[in-house]
């Protein structure tokens, strides 16, 4: 095996479970800020029907989380492949750590959506005021997983600069 593969054996251990990570933890926050202001949205649709399809932002918003997840994921595992290029344990945690970045990142800003969705369509139903403040939180909580998504891509493109082939 060590005729054909380059590079530490355990590396790609590292390179696969950070692009896990990245799909995984974004998904998680996906999944929560749908559910949590999807929850809000039926609450409030009860009352006011006319106001669902205005009130459904903070469900797209957490959705996209998991494209973030998708996108750090396809980067990572296709910079992993140690057959064609020597691939160290430096590319293995640079890998790792843009996945959690990204991964984590997706993770709050999922609960952030989720909370403030939830409690925004509520509240937007009683006072129709509320709804610009309510998505510039949004947007607010948004930002924090594309902090994460660029931190990721950057953290990712230093794979393969450990040394100098």
């Given amino acids: 095996m060590s005729d054909t593969f380059a590079g530490d054996v355990t590396a790609p251990f590292f390179g696969f479970l950070g692009a896990a990570a990245a799909l995984v933890f974004s998904c998680m926050g996906a999944a929560y800020g749908t559910a949590k202001s999807g929850v809000g949205v039926a609450s409030m649709g009860v009352m006011r029907p006319e106001l669902v399809m205005k009130s459904i932002v903070p469900v797209v918003m957490a959705g996209v989380l998991g494209i973030y997840g998708l996108i750090i994921a396809v980067i990572i595992s296709t910079g992993i492949n ?4 020597p691939y160290y344990l430096f590319d293995g945690y640079a890998h790792l750590s843009s996945g959690l ?10 609960m952030a959506i989720g909370i403030v969705g939830d409690a925004g369509v509520r509240a937007n139903a009683q006072q129709p005021k509320l709804f610009v403040g309510m998505i510039l939180i949004l947007i607010f909580a948004e930002a924090l997983a594309l902090y994460g998504l660029i931190v990721g891509i950057i953290l990712s493109s230093r794979a393969g600069q450990s040394r100098a082939d």
């Fill in 101 to 110: 970045a990204c991964g984590l990142a997706g993770l709050a800003a999922g």
């Fill in 82 to 85: 140690p057959k064609a290029k």
